[in-house]
């Protein structure tokens, strides 16, 4: 990546930057849409998003109430936008679907509400993957009622991978879509935000007003552009590691809350085990490995070596447990979930 970077235009990319114009052309026929534009983040990208799709206030934006721009945006959609976010719990603990977002949804002239302009999916969301029949659905229902339908595809790759859907048939329901390069395909940084013509324009200027306006992009672009080429391939071998960490796990009688595509979320209660407890530990191995919580994030530089040894480390804290007089009982497991982050130490860098 560094290699390939290295051989990059160094144009200035608030007026033209080659490398940088071309990755966002192939964006653009990647996804199916008219144009697209690179931008430093994932966060910016859906707060351009919103932002060039709402005019003028009073307007809302409906989403899941998981979703990262409701929870991990830094309430960037009242800052940047003053919109109101309608935050909806889905009652299958899944993904929201077209009922709920039609219970939910303030359309209309009533003056006492704040019209929804924007709903909002995420995908994947927390690693799981939104079923394309129900975004079909929904996307049917918005646009019948003049709602823009927006997507944050940070993870959108890993529905591709694990689906094996085009790109363009999962992005085609919206009218827009955020991807990003870092997390899953391991680029330094960058996201790219895909749309009609008309709107990317419009997110070019907000992008410039939000400081987002950068000058040789090339080798950013450049390395987005190897991460897609030879990154993306190795989501599969990813996912089947997060499978058989799972099973392995699960082997051991560690309580599985979710695990599609590449995350996995436990609780090791039932088998006498405190997060503090796995975590302390895990960091006394003789190659450590950082956990924060519940959430195991697989990428593609964890070893397999990584996910045996947390596994076996499980293991023998189970035993010991045992020696010491715990008996598992099904009243020991919480649903609580933690959104935090697990990551091994990489075997080598790009």
């Given at each position: 990546?560094?290699?390939?970077?290295?051989?990059?235009?160094?144009?200035?990319?608030v007026y033209h930057e080659p490398s940088t114009a071309a990755l966002e052309a192939h964006m653009a026929k990647l996804t199916g849409k008219e144009a697209a534009l690179f931008i430093p983040s994932g966060t910016m990208s859906n707060q351009l998003a919103l932002r060039t799709h709402l005019k003028q206030p009073p307007y809302s934006v409906l989403c899941d109430h998981r979703a990262?721009?409701?929870?991990?945006?830094?309430?960037?959609?009242?800052?940047?936008s003053g919109a109101h976010t309608l935050p909806v719990i889905p009652s299958n603990g899944h993904h929201i679907t077209l009922e709920e977002i039609e219970q939910n949804i303030t359309l209309g002239d009533d003056i006492h509400g704040a019209k929804t302009e924007v709903i909002a999916l995420e995908n994947t969301l927390?690693?799981?993957?939104?079923?394309q029949g129900e975004i079909i659905r929904i996307s049917e229902?918005?646009?019948?009622?003049n709602v823009k339908l927006h997507l944050?595809?940070?993870?959108?790759?890993?529905?591709?991978?694990?689906?094996?859907?085009?790109?363009?048939?999962?992005?085609?329901?919206?009218?827009?879509?955020?991807?990003c390069f870092s997390k899953g395909l391991g680029a330094p940084i960058g996201s790219c935000l895909v749309g009609s013509t008309e709107f990317i324009r419009k997110a070019r200027w907000f992008r410039k007003l939000f400081g987002g306006g950068m000058r040789q992009t090339g080798i950013l672009a450049a390395s987005a552009a190897y991460a897609l080429t030879y990154n993306f391939p190795q989501l599969a071998r990813v996912h089947d590691l997060t499978k058989r960490l799972e099973a392995g796990l699960r082997e051991l009688g560690v309580k599985i809350l979710s695990a599609e595509t590449c995350m996995?979320?436990?609780?090791?209660?039932?088998?006498?085990?405190?997060?503090?407890?796995?975590?302390?530990?895990?960091?006394e191995l003789p190659s450590p490995i950082r956990l924060g919580g519940s959430r195991l994030v697989v990428h593609i530089q964890t070893s397999p070596k990584a996910a045996?040894?947390?596994?076996?480390?499980?293991?023998?804290?189970?035993e010991e447990k045992a020696k010491a007089g715990f008996v598992p009982s099904p009243e020991a497991y919480t649903t609580k979930?933690?959104?935090i982050y697990v990551r091994a130490k990489p075997e080598k860098k790009n």
């Open positions: 990546m560094y290699a390939y970077a290295s051989l990059a235009s160094v144009g200035d990319d990262h721009i409701n929870n991990y945006e830094a309430g960037g959609t009242a800052f940047h927390n690693g799981t993957i939104f079923p229902f918005a646009h019948q009622n944050d595809g940070a993870r959108i790759w890993h529905v591709a991978a694990e689906t094996a859907t085009p790109l363009k048939t999962l992005c085609d329901p919206f009218d827009s879509v955020s991807l996995v979320f436990f609780d090791a209660t039932p088998l006498g085990i405190s997060y503090l407890e796995l975590v302390t530990r895990a960091a045996e040894d947390l596994v076996d480390l499980i293991r023998v804290l189970a979930r933690q959104n």
